[in-house]
T-cell receptor, first 114, second 110 residues
Framework: ETGVTQSPTHLIKTRGQQVTLRCSSQ?????VSWYQQALGQGPQFIFQ???????GRGNFPPRFSGLQFPNYSSELNVNALELDDSALYLC?????????????FGPGTRLTVL | AQTVTQSQPEMSVQEAETVTLSCTYD???????LFWYKQPPSRQMILVIR??????QNATENRFSVNFQKAAKSFSLKISDSQLGDAAMYFC???????FGTGTRLQVTL
């Protein structure tokens, strides 16, 4: 059974650019959630996708957008990058959206915005 | 909105000793789940233990146990027989929505 994978591991961008981060969910999981973790902080919920539809969103501006594909992998897109977007971006997959459905996290993508 | 508070930025414990990490939360929901996650320097978030709010019995997983006080909205993690591999950031989290606290860095000394 393959766990949650994320690519790339590290990324450096400049302010104003756009970035796409990718996540492959664990086999059998139809739900993917994305989190932003600033240095020294806990993860902040960005949004969740369930069966290719956005199923919940945190307090992030519209320039944070996502997709989920038929194989349940997912992308996080961030437009017009700002310095404060520098963070670790975590993806988590789960077998559903119920509270008891455990979320399995990937290793994260470290984004640096210069 | 739900909030999760971890008031201990750092804790230290000697190997083989016991340590308790604190967490409080605020919610108006009656049905929810609470979690403790461990994040080692490798960055991968690992589930340590979870508690269903409707269950009065405290969850245990080997050396890890919780003290869940629903009325007080408190959810502490006890680590017994601490090991060097337990050193990590520990996050308390609330679901639905998966709201995380700010974390407690646990150091384990010889």
């Amino acid at each position: 059974e393959t766990g949650v994978t994320q690519s790339p591991t590290h990324l450096i961008k400049t302010r104003g650019q756009q970035v796409t981060l990718r996540c492959s969910s664990q086999s059998g999981h139809n739900t993917v959630s994305w989190y932003q973790q600033a240095l020294g902080q806990g993860p902040q919920f960005i949004f969740q996708y369930y069966r290719e539809e956005e199923n919940g969103r945190g307090n992030f501006p519209p320039r944070f957008s996502g997709l989920q594909f038929p194989n349940y992998s997912s992308e996080l897109n961030v437009n017009a990058l700002e310095l404060d977007d520098s963070a670790l971006y975590l993806c988590a997959s789960s077998p559903g959206t119920r509270g008891r459905d455990e979320q399995f996290f990937g290793p994260g993508t470290r984004l640096t915005v210069l | 909105a739900q909030t999760v508070t971890q008031s201990q930025p750092e804790m230290s414990v000697q190997e083989a000793e016991t340590v308790t990490l604190s967490c409080t939360y605020d919610t108006s929901e009656s049905d929810y789940y609470l979690f403790w996650y461990k994040q080692p320097p490798s960055r991968q978030m690992i589930l340590v233990i979870r508690q269903e709010a409707y269950k009065q019995q405290n969850a245990t997983e080997n050396r890890f146990s919780v003290n869940f006080q629903k009325a007080a909205k408190s959810f502490s993690l006890k680590i017994s027989d601490s090991q060097l591999g337990d050193a990590a950031m520990y996050f308390c989290a609330y679901r639905p929505g998966l709201t995380f606290g700010t974390g407690t860095r646990l150091q384990v000394t010889l």
